[in-house]
Every structure is written in C-alpha cells, then in structure tokens.
C-alpha cells in the first residue's frame, strides 16, 4: 500500500474537467479501446470495453490536443516530483537513476456495463511506441465521480474509488495487478498513462524511429 499513493488538489479537479469537456467535445478521435490483442477470439470477453483518445504530448498538428496533453502531463509531473521525494530508494534504485513520463498516453470511457475487466499489470515485454518493457510505474487521473467503480488491485486487497480529481500513482508491475470495477449505471472517465526507467531524450531519439 505504501507504493499506492493518492494527489488530490483544485488543479487536478480542472485539468479533469478539461479532459471531459476535450473528450465530449472531440468525437473525432474517438476509438474503441484496445487491450492484450491475442484475447479477442470470439468465445472470450475482451478483456478491455472502452472509448478511448490516444494523446502524444510531443505532437503540435492537433493544437487543442497539444495543449491538453501539455496540462494533464505538467500535473502529473508535480505528483510524480512529490512520490519520487518521499522515497528517493526507488529512483535511486532505477536504471540511469532517472525516470520519465510517457508522452504517448489514453483518455478513456467506460459507458455503463464496460470496463477494463481482466486482472492485468501495466509491464508488458511487447514491442511498441511506449516501451512497455521499460516501465516502472503507472498513473490514473479520475475525471468524474464513480465510487463504486475505481480501480480494484488484487494483491493488496484494495478499491481505490474513481473520485474526480484524484490522480493515483502506483507500481507498473506484477506486485500490483489491478483492473477496473464496472458500473452498470454510471459513466466513467480517465486519464491514464505510464512513467518508464531512463532518460526522456534518448527515448524521444528512439521514438523518431519507430
């Protein structure tokens, strides 16, 4: 639980609503949520049902796209800072003792009955744009109000209620599998994204090759 940590302050409530109102607001992005691509056989529920946007804080063609990957990732910024403060082990810990926000990162909806129902973890070694390999932790950015249907992580035992506002950092990896509890009667919306091991640059060099 002590790898489990909450932020919660007025700025976050903004940077939420300006997810929502960015999310009602520009339909032309959506997509249908994706998730562990080899479980999409018929005869097995996916393991993820959502409406998501894709954001890539480094991309400009989209300027209200731009500046709103620039917002939410400037807040969690400012959480990441204070997690790193109170414990200075886990970065000093880290590979190149350095750690970077993803810039590629999803907003998603789950209408009533949806959700990211299978348990899984955020480390993955598959080969894409966001270095799945390489990430340490993980964060979600609640943007409305959802209690019975937060984030339910398996080994520790604990719900963490969809609460808007509340931007939740936590462990990448197998020690905190998680998955997402469903309302059949209630909408909810998040921000959500990773934090991997090593330099920015060097990643972003990387990135222009993909």
């Not at 992005?29 to 480094?58: C, Q, W, Y």
């Not at 063609?61 to 910024?77: H, N, T």
């Not at 799945?132 to 209620?161: K, M």
Request: net charge negative; with cysteine.
């Amino acid at each position: 639980m002590k790898l489990i940590a909450c932020y919660r302050n007025q700025g976050f409530e903004q940077v939420a609503d300006e997810v929502m109102s960015f999310f009602d607001r520009r339909s032309d992005l959506h997509r249908s949520g994706i998730a562990f691509e080899g479980f999409s056989e018929s005869n097995i529920e996916p393991a993820k049902v959502s409406t998501d946007i894709s954001l890539v804080e480094i991309d400009r063609s989209d300027p209200e796209a731009f500046g709103l990957s620039k917002l939410v990732l400037r807040g969690v910024k400012g959480a990441l800072d204070v997690y790193l403060k109170e414990r200075p082990l886990l970065l000093d810990c880290s590979p190149e003792k350095s750690l970077f926000i993803s810039p590629i990162f999803n907003l998603q909806r789950y209408a009533p009955g949806e959700g990211f129902k299978r348990w899984h973890c955020d480390w993955t070694i598959s080969d894409e744009e966001t270095e799945p390999v390489n990430r340490v932790l993980a964060w979600i950015l609640y943007c409305n109000d959802v209690d019975s249907a937060g984030t339910e992580f398996y080994w520790q035992a604990h719900h963490e209620p969809a609460e808007r506002g509340k931007l939740v950092i936590f462990p990448a990896g197998i020690s905190h599998i998680h998955r997402g509890r469903v309302s059949n009667c209630q909408t909810k919306t998040i921000a959500t994204g990773w934090i991997n091991a090593g330099l920015r640059d060097s990643y972003l060099s990387r990135l222009s090759s993909f």
